[in-house]
T-cell receptor
């Protein structure tokens, strides 16, 4: 049973426009959410995170929105740049999980066209 | 380079052979994690260490898999009697505490033929 789902395997956006990547989760115990970005032949790199006590967190061009009632989060990238082309993973965890294990979604491949 | 290092980057092995991967975490990080990523999927948790103690193992980690972190520094992941279904990217990550995010290595891509 996938507890974290990214239903869009790919997304294509024009440079300068907004990219919106979506993520849904089923486990109501998750209270911390992260987005990772992965280029080919590299490991995932941390992008931005949000605690369940917030509904928005912004860092430069990246903003994550959390809708707890809908168990949905989204990552907005504005403006999108060709260098943003990568696979984006949503991940979730339970904060009092001593092991700090993450549950990842399946990823969305973003392609930003010049 | 003070990131997480994994060796080898690629490994091709015949079915039934044993393989061992190594991970060198960021030196001050006491937590080390192994994840596996198959094509089109996100990383899946395998196991984690706090210092030298292996504190949790996923049910994905069958009896053919064993991981060690003998001195609380580098870690090894061994797969015995490899099967084609073991073909995947094996990712190692480390973190300072439970409240810090992971730093992932570049992974070891295993292909079992």
């Amino acid at each position: 049973d996938q507890q974290v789902k990214q239903n869009s395997p790919s997304l294509s956006v024009q440079e300068g426009r907004i990219s919106i990547l979506n993520c849904d989760y089923t486990n109501s115990m998750f209270d911390y959410f992260l987005w990772y970005k992965k280029y080919p032949a590299e490991g995932p790199t941390f992008l931005i995170s949000i605690s369940s006590i917030k509904d928005k967190n912004e860092d430069g061009r990246f903003t994550v929105f959390l809708n707890k009632s809908a168990k949905h989060l989204s990552l907005h990238i504005v403006p999108s740049q060709p260098g943003d082309s990568a696979v984006y993973f949503c991940a979730a965890k339970i904060s009092d999980n001593a092991g700090n294990m993450l549950t990842f979604g399946g990823g969305t491949r973003l392609m930003v066209k010049p | 380079d003070t990131g997480v290092s994994q060796d080898p980057r690629h490994k091709i092995t015949k079915r039934g052979q044993n393989v061992t991967f190594r991970c060198d975490p960021i030196s001050e990080h006491n937590r080390l994690y192994w994840y596996r990523q198959t094509l089109g999927q996100g990383p899946e948790f395998l196991t984690y260490f706090q210092n030298e103690a292996q504190l949790e193992k996923s049910r994905l980690l069958s009896d053919r898999f064993s991981a060690e972190r003998p001195k609380g520094s580098f870690s090894t992941l061994e797969i015995q009697r490899t099967e084609q279904g073991d073909s995947a990217m094996y990712l190692c990550a480390s973190s300072l505490t439970a409240n810090y995010g992971y730093t992932f290595g570049s992974g070891t891509r295993l292909t079992v033929v």
